[in-house]
């Protein structure tokens, strides 16, 4: 691979380029999905291909094929400097630069103890079949789901500037989804979250943590209690957010809109832009002085770690907001000269045939110190959210919309009824600043987003955040019930 | 030229050799080839500009009633087999689907010309040229445009192993401009253009628009949240219409009970202003002809001048519900079963200034943005509007509104639809765009809005 790599390298630079990198990405990933007692689909899927990025006259190319010789690199570094040039006729108002970088010769693993893709396919089925099963077991359930997948990249990455780099890591995943239908009401409840469940970076041992068969039956009991609970009251009301929901909203209201390429406009007419400014870095009250918001590409076991980025920058731990104030980005090497920084890392592609963007790598609200039941006591009119099940922010990334599985009413600090499709909406930065207790690390998980989609072609970046409950005040609930 | 079916289709019939090779019983292949080249600008320049040729096989292998599928892009000899034994490992200890009816067999498919000369040969500085057209207009008026222009060269083979072996070429441009004041009050607008013939491309009307738009949406206001009269433009339409063909049109979900149409075929459930097909064969239709299992695609009525008609179906699901096969498979394995993918919503015999003359107070929408399900049965959506949202007063478009927040039913909505405009659009994807008129709909509600 690294002939490839260097014949890449080599033709590019020939050609005119005054920048290049290669990416040569092979995936091998699994899924297994049973519904209703019947397979849906039992699938493998490999794919393999390399990816030439340049610049050449001051502007981008990028090229990429399935064949990877190193005639084929040639011919495809060519191809992106040709591309490049032509992107030249409508250049911008400088030539495009990079921050600097130390380049390094590095090897790089994720964490698996036991590699799913040694384990037998039959085992895999017998799970998942009996968590299916458990879903069953509560009469009143009309539909169920039960999803389990694994996914394996290994990528080489050379630079012109002199990297190369080898990182290899495996993802697990796996959810179960009962749903309930009553008077034309669709309701569910799902584990360990909802969107096929949570993912994790790790082998199979993730899966057999989660006790699929296990929780089965108590999701399903779950999903039937909906068929009697109450709707969503509308108004005004102090509100916990559950901690898969809470790394839902981080991702949409503060991971999204830090993104620095959004910030630029690079993505406005697709994905949008965003509210923040270059000069709201250390002057913007992002939210309440229990915000501290990280963005950490090492944590163990996230899928949105690394050891380094697609553009060769080391992962890294930094701040975004430090109690409540605004103190930085997610950026490349092009956008964080804009800001006067280095690139914190932050550039990551879905696959060899696609250009590197911008993506949250786990972006975190760091815990508290309250415990949840001591929140809950401490409310006295108030709705717990928990477990996703519908989204949606403006352009700009202020007015937010969410919709959960279920709710509880609190009242005179308890909880007392179960609420079916609750759901809140705010207004960013009003709605960080109205925080005003985050529950301790004892409650903090960090849940994996595999599914995050952003970028022309459509990209899907595995991210993760990590989140305990939290409360709000004076949010309003029950929007268009 | 060697088009890119043919390629797809010798790699299809290779591999559905190596399937039953490697022990399958029954075996279906779908081949994919061809290019995607996109210049994406952003800022008055391009700052993404990426071309991929590639090769996607999909093996599904069947032993018995079970079945497994695997999938590479890799296209020697070895990684084909490779993956047919994979396949057919998976159908070897995946348990039996007693309701899976075998494959289908061969059926006549017309095979439409749907791929063209001049969009095969739209190069990256075509691409560039025209994406200077765009930023043109805008920058003249001191705007900044950000958009993309797509271009797409495909060709897709379904083969298998009871004689089914269909190929078709197709070709799609997919162009979009968005225009920005970023002074002081400034607005946004949106323009967007689609067809399989890159001949019919226009990019000067495609910059005008957008620039336009963003001139006309200059200090916005406020609105209060509430229920409003509105017109929206085909391209609001379309994610309405898109998201009913999702989650109300295809088999499974009106089997479950999850779609407004479930237990409802025959009777009336919107407006008889309604009439929505699903139509792969109409003449200018693009995209494919037959489905992801080699059947055609047939016209369906969904919902004809309001009543519900039908549903679209895969082999599987015509043979679970006893009804025919529309030819609407998806690639196996999927979890949404089949779906309708060349909706045509039916014209009415109204201009877009027609429907805004028709209304008092309302608002005009140019299209959403982030559209998302909070309740499947009555398609109930909530989302932003953007690039051009305005106050009609009197008739008239009076200012430009700050982006609005809906949650609003599409059953309800549609019916509440007043009248439709004659001219449609095609909106959405090169190669399975909808085809949409504009639409005047009483009551739709507006929940919240941004600052």
Known sequence: MRGCISAALDAATLAGASYVDARIVDTRSESISIANGRIEGVESSASFGLGVRVIANGSWGFAASATVTEAEAVHVARQAVAIAKASALCPGSKPVTLAPLDPVEAQWAGLCEIDPFDVPLADKLELLSSAEEGLRSEPAVKLTKADLGFQRTRKVFGSSEGAFIEQQHVESGAGLTAWVIADGEVLSRSYPNSHGGNWIQAGWEAIERLDLTGNAPRVAAEAAALLTAEPCPTGTYDIIIGSSQLALQVHESIGHPTELDRVLGDEAAFAGTSFLGLGDIGALRYGSSHVTVTADATVPGSIGSFGYDDEGVPAQRDHLIMNGLFTGFLTSRESAPEIDRTSNGCMRADGWNRIPLIRMTTVSLEPGDWELDDLIADTDRGILFDTNSSWSIDDRRLNFQFACETGWLIENGALTKMLKNPNYTGITPQFWNSCDAVCSDRHWQVWGIPNCGKGEPMQVAHVAHGAAPARFRGVEVGVGR | ?451
Not at chain 2, 43 to 72: C, D, F, M, P, Y
Request: proline share 5%.
């Open chain 2, 1 to 451: 030229m060697r088009h890119h079916s043919e390629t797809a289709r010798r790699l299809a019939s290779a591999t559905l050799s190596a399937a039953l090779e490697a022990g399958a019983e029954q075996a279906e292949v779908i081949a994919t080839a061809g290019t995607t080249a996109l210049t994406r600008f952003a800022g008055n320049r391009i700052h993404q500009n990426v071309a991929e040729s590639g090769t996607e096989i999909s093996v599904r292998a069947v032993l018995g009633n079970s079945i497994g599928v695997a999938s590479t892009n890799r296209t020697d000899d070895v990684s084909l087999a490779d993956c047919c034994v994979a396949a057919v490992r998976a159908a070897s200890v995946a348990p039996a689907d007693n309701s899976f009816p075998g494959l289908p067999g061969p059926a006549s498919v017309e095979i439409a010309d749907r791929a063209a000369k001049a969009t095969r040969s739209f190069d990256a500085e075509d691409r560039a040229k025209a994406v200077r057209t765009i930023v043109e207009h805008s920058r003249r008026h001191d705007l900044v445009a950000a958009g993309g222009i797509k271009v797409t060269d495909q060709g897709i083979a379904v083969v298998n192993s009871l004689g089914v072996d269909v190929a078709q070429d197709i070709t799609g441009l997919r162009a979009t401009a968005l225009s920005m004041d970023e002074h002081e009050g400034g607005g946004s607008g949106w323009s967007s253009f689609v067809c399989a013939d890159a001949g019919e491309f226009d990019a000067e009307k495609v910059g005008e628009r957008a620039a336009f738009l963003a001139l006309r949406s200059r200090y916005p206001r406020e609105l209060p949240s509430g229920a409003y009269r509105v017109v929206l433009a085909p391209e609001a339409v379309a994610d309405l219409v898109e998201f009913l063909g999702w989650l109300s049109f295809g088999a499974k979900p009106v089997h479950e009970g999850r779609s407004p149409l479930s237990d409802k075929i025959g009777e009336p459930i919107v407006s008889p202003l309604v009439t929505i097909t699903d139509d792969a064969t109409a003449a200018d239709a693009m995209g494919l002809t037959f489905d992801f299992e080699g059947q055609p695609r047939s016209q369906v009525s969904l919902i004809e001048t309001g009543v519900a008609r039908g549903f679209v179906t895969d082999s599987y699901w015509a043979a679970r519900l006893g009804t025919a096969n529309t030819g609407h498979a998806l690639p196996a394995p999927n979890s949404y079963g089949p779906l309708p993918l060349n909706l045509q919503m039916a014209p009415g015999d109204s201009t877009l200034e027609e429907l805004i003359a028709q209304t008092e107070r309302g608002v005009f929408v140019t299209r959403f943005h982030y559209v998302n399900v909070e309740d499947p049965v009555p398609v109930t959506l909530t989302g932003m509007t953007r690039d051009g949202t305005f106050l009609i007063e009197e008739g008239k478009l009076s200012h430009p509104l700050k982006n609005l927040r809906f949650t609003q039913s599409v059953i309800e909505a549609l019916g509440n639809v007043v009248a439709l405009t004659r001219d449609r659009e095609y909106i959405g994807s090169e190669t399975n765009p909808v085809l949409v008129p504009g639409m005047l709909v009483d009551g739709f509600n507006f929940t919240g809005q941004t600052r």
